[in-house]
T-cell receptor, first 110, second 114 residues
């Protein structure tokens, strides 16, 4: 069965650039959440979308934004990249509160 | 907001022994508690979860217990195997049907010595 997919798998950007990360949830899942995981830490919540509406936002600056499309896929956008944005960005799709993670996008900001 | 802490930060056990990983949470409203296993370079993988209306749940060698009064929950792994070596994260959320933000602990590195 198809799990959560994310693209791209790896990305290298320079400071000040913009990045768009993409996520496709498990078929039938209407909720998508985004998390940032820096090395040696647990994932930190960025956004949750359910039925195309934002349902939660973590403690991240306005440079981070997201949206969910009618097919329940989602995009995470980060503007004006900083070195500290280097991390693994995880997407999770959920049903009944149980969240299943995608493989992540590893972002390196130079 | 919710705060989740894990103890200890590293754990080493002999193959075949049991391992217990403990987590505490701060928000008494939290009602859903999953555990994830993350191997190096891979995604967090859900291994077991428990909801607040249940005190214990078991799945083969893995069990989770929840103490709502003390606000802590624990992962128990019996008959550990080298492939159990990984980072284990606990998390908590207040699930309402549409909102499901997970707050994670910092993770515990479990090493199983052959």
């Amino acid at each position: 069965d198809a799990g959560v997919t994310q693209s791209p798998t790896h990305l290298i950007k320079t400071r000040g650039q913009h990045v768009t990360l993409r996520c496709s949830p498990i078929s039938g899942h209407k909720s998508v959440s985004w998390y940032q995981q820096v090395l040696g830490q647990g994932p930190q919540f960025i956004f949750q979308y359910y039925e195309k509406e934002e349902r939660g936002r973590g403690n991240f600056p306005d440079r981070f934004s997201a949206r969910q499309f009618p097919n329940y896929s989602s995009e995470l956008n980060v503007n004006a990249l900083l070195l500290g944005d280097s991390a693994l960005y995880l997407c999770a799709s959920s049903l009944g509160g149980t969240q299943y993670f995608g493989p992540g996008t590893r972002l390196l900001v130079l | 907001g919710e705060n989740v802490e894990q103890h200890p930060s590293t754990l080493s056990v002999q193959e075949g022994d049991s391992a217990v990983i403990k987590c505490t949470y701060s928000d008494s409203a939290s009602n859903y508690f999953p555990w994830y296993k993350q191997e190096l370079g891979k995604r967090p993988q859900l291994i077991i979860d428990i909801r607040s209306n249940v005190g214990e749940k078991k799945d083969q060698r893995i069990a989770v217990t929840l103490n709502k009064t003390a606000k802590h929950f624990s992962l128990h792994i019996t008959e550990t195997q080298p492939e159990d070596s990984a980072v284990y994260f606990c998390a908590a959320s207040y699930y309402t049907g549409a909102n499901s933000k997970l707050t994670f602990g910092k993770g515990i590195t479990l090493s199983v010595r052959p």
